[in-house]
């Protein structure tokens, strides 16, 4: 079956800007995450959705960050005033159900933002 | 958030040889463990996951848990050189993956 579907794959914008970025999550996977990796590092948690609501969104790295699912699939990470810092792989994930710590969580392709 | 450290590398192993990697985490709670491979410019792939103390194996992979040690451990044998890769230990107590920065993996043929 299809997988996480990310777009798009690479955006370039400048500082200042406002982006936003989507997933679409394997079908019935009641789960996602979005998290953020630099180069040279793991990948770090940003947001957890279960269903339609944020159910933890520490991550988060400052009010300039949000994520919206609102009928429970896609979702969208919206980035507002972008910065410099912000240049990173957007990666998505998703999982079936997300309430044990077994739950198997699949990533997609990511969204690799650039900004000048 | 959970610590996870694993050594960057790189690993350089010969073809046919066992690569073995490392990862410690710092939260004595954590309930299960994943693999992740991620080879350059591309999203991570899950290898394997392990809950139990002990050893678990699939295929050339054999994943290996101490949870009293808090040590995580994949060996890779007989490695090929499609196994040139960063390979991501993560660590998840709740619902979300705290992740190392991953080892490089190189395959020599």
């Known amino acids: 079956g299809a997988g996480v579907s990310q777009t798009p794959s690479n955006k370039v914008t400048e500082k200042g800007k406002y982006v936003e970025l989507r997933c679409d999550p394997i079908?019935?996977?009641?789960?996602l995450y979005w998290y953020r990796q630099s180069l040279g590092q793991g990948p770090e948690f940003l947001i957890y959705?279960?269903?339609?609501?944020?159910?933890?969104d520490s991550g988060l790295p400052n009010d300039r960050f949000f994520a919206v699912r609102p009928e429970g699939s896609v979702s969208t990470l919206k980035i507002q005033r972008t910065e410099r810092g912000d240049s990173a792989v957007y990666l998505c994930?998703?999982?079936?159900?997300?309430?044990?710590?077994?739950?198997?969580?699949?990533f997609g392709p990511g969204t690799r933002l650039t900004v000048l | 958030q959970k610590e996870v450290e694993q050594n960057s590398g790189p690993l350089s192993v010969p073809e046919g040889a066992i690569a073995s990697l490392n990862c410690t985490y710092s939260?004595?709670?954590?309930?299960?463990f994943f693999w992740y491979r991620q080879y350059s410019g591309k999203s991570p792939e899950l290898i394997m996951f392990?809950?139990?103390?002990g050893d678990k194996e699939d295929g050339r992979f054999t994943a290996q848990l101490n949870k009293a040690s808090q040590y995580v451990s994949l060996l890779i044998r007989d490695s090929q050189p499609s196994d040139s890769a960063t390979y991501l230990c993560?660590?998840?107590?709740?619902?979300?993956?705290?992740f190392g920065a991953g080892t490089t993996v190189t395959v020599r043929a």
């Open positions: 392990i809950y139990s103390n």
């Open positions: 959705f279960q269903g339609t609501g944020a159910a933890d």
């Open positions: 079908s019935g996977h009641t789960a």
């Open positions: 939260d004595r709670g954590s309930q299960s």
């Open positions: 994930a998703s999982s079936l159900t997300g309430d044990s710590g077994a739950d198997t969580q699949y």
């Open positions: 993560a660590v998840n107590g709740d619902y979300k993956l705290s």
